[in-house]
């Protein structure tokens, strides 16, 4: 195992589900330290089974460290050796996790939670990329809007995810072809080329149009890359083989990558401009007909957008045999000045992924599928197991040893039965959009559009493009 230190972040609540902390010393304290024990030790037989290297090299020195930051209790755990001499690494001791992405440098707007009731012709439930991209479409159609998020702005899986910007679904092209026809999957994929220029239009410092690499991680991924540029040349659509530092496989001239909280950001600027009201820490508790409820406030609308990724089953039940949450998970290290990966790489069939920032920083996120049972709905919290993989990619497969300075993690939703998106109304002046099945941020923009011009104007070709079976 690469990783000698480790930290992570629990929650500890009692009975009644109220999150405490301890002082140390104390009986209580004792105790949780023996719960974390049994937590570290589930945790190396995890990596086992992960296929990680888990052996401990000597003595477990439990660092009994409680800090409440909201409701999350940071515990930090420290390999020593067996010869009682901590090695430089260890010493390097990384910072506690606390659950911030990368991209979260302070600048977020803040605005209140809804106290009162409000009447709108639409409301748009969630934040993020695809709810914003959402208010921004609806307020060029002249309606009133309100906008909410149980938490901040890009608070989700917009804010915190590794910052791609891929063309087409999550599907590879040549899958998508045989799943929807070539007609329909080219025309989505021609779709959201055009939606990453426009992105990159609207925000050029935000966006990077740099492509992206599809490398192989196995002769049998190689020949799916062949077959999926043989696809995608066959429909005239850019793609080029590629052989280089990173190993080989395709270059997509047309992707690119961007910082996606400050996208998130510069929307909700433009939106709040343009009169939108926005609301955030409000949870919607329930949608009744087109009324959403919230703690402290109400919300009367015409229609209703639900633009949530993860967890879009929990606010709309019926959506629970169609879409289910997982967790998506990532750290970053501190800039590394010798080290180029000039645009966003993603290997292994897409289940690891990283790039560079132009700060130097490497952010690297994957290996889901490694211990895909314990991410199934999964809280937005970094776990050791996953975390261990990731590292051992970036010392390995990068082959980097800069610092680790951030982990986090993110809860996106994926369909059950299908490779395209949820874009639908479903339920009277109720429309919901989500389950990208991880790679939102072009597809979710698309979606947003869409559904405003469905929703206000009866204009549902597009959006039937995107979502309908």
């Known amino acids: 195992m690469s990783m000698r230190c480790w930290h992570t972040i629990l929650q500890l609540s009692d009975g009644d589900g109220r999150e405490t902390h301890t002082q140390a010393g104390s009986p209580r304290h004792e105790e ?13 037989a995890g990596m086992a089974a992960g296929g990680l290297e888990a052996r401990a090299t000597g003595s477990l020195d439990i660092f009994r460290q409680y800090a409440l930051l909201g409701h999350q209790v940071i515990i930090a755990y420290n390999f020593s050796s067996g010869s009682g001499r901590s090695t430089p690494a260890q010493e390097a001791m990384e ?65 915190r995810n590794g910052g791609f910007l891929l063309a ?80 080989e496989g395709l270059l997509i001239p047309t992707d690119g990558a961007f910082q996606p909280l400050h996208r998130c950001i510069w929307l909700a600027r433009q939106v709040e401009r343009g009169g939108a009201l926005l609301f955030t820490h409000t949870p919607a508790l329930d949608i009744s007909g087109t009324t959403v409820h919230c703690p402290q406030g109400t919300i009367h609308a015409r229609q209703v957008i639900v633009a949530v990724d ?30 180029t990966i000039p645009r966003p790489v993603y290997t292994r069939w897409g289940y690891d992924y990283w790039q560079q920032l132009p700060d130097g920083r490497i952010a690297l996120g994957g290996c889901r599928d490694r211990f895909a049972e314990s991410e199934w709905d999964a809280p937005p919290q970094p776990s050791p197991v ?84």
């Not at 949780?32 to 190396?44: E, S, V, W």
């Not at 309606?143 to 899986?157: L, Q």
């Not at 879009?312 to 590394?336: G, I, N, S």
């Not at 975390?387 to 993110?410: D, F, N, P, Y």
């Open 32 to 44: 949780h330290a023996h719960h974390f024990l049994d937590h570290y030790l589930t945790a190396m």
């Open 95 to 159: 910072p506690l996790m606390h659950n911030e992405p990368i991209w979260n440098d302070g600048a977020i707007p803040t605005f209140p939670a809804l106290n009162d009731e409000v009447a709108v012709d639409v409301c748009v439930i969630g934040l993020g990329g695809s709810g914003l991209s959402c208010i921004y479409e609806l307020l060029t159609l002249g309606v009133r809007v309100a906008g909410i998020d149980a938490s901040t702005i890009g608070g989700g899986a917009a804010g």
């Open 168 to 247: 087409g679904l999550a599907a590879f092209y040549h899958d998508a072809v045989a799943k929807l026809g070539r007609e329909r999957a080219s025309a989505i994929y021609r779709l959201t080329i055009s939606e990453i220029q426009r992105m990159a239009a609207l925000m050029p410092t935000i966006v990077r149009q740099v492509g992206s690499l599809r490398i192989a991680a196995s002769p049998e991924e190689l020949a799916d890359c062949t077959a999926q540029m043989a696809a995608m040349r066959a429909d005239d659509l850019p793609v080029e083989a590629y052989r280089g530092p990173e190993g």
């Open 310 to 339: 993860g967890g879009l089953e929990r606010l709309l039940p019926e959506l629970r045999d169609t879409a289910r949450t997982t967790r998506l998970q990532m750290l970053a290290t501190a800039p590394d000045p010798h080290c």
């Open 386 to 469: 996953v975390q261990a993989a990731l590292e051992q990619i970036l010392r390995e497969r990068i082959g980097r040893q800069a610092a680790i300075e951030r982990r986090w993690a993110a809860q996106v939703a994926y369909r059950r039965d299908s490779i395209l998106p949820i874009a639908r109304q479903v339920r009277p002046d109720v429309w919901a959009i989500g389950a990208y099945n991880g790679t939102g941020n072009v597809i979710g923009a698309l979606c947003g559009r869409a559904v405003a011009h469905a929703a206000v104007r009866g204009q549902t070709m597009l959006l039937d493009l995107l979502g309908k079976e």
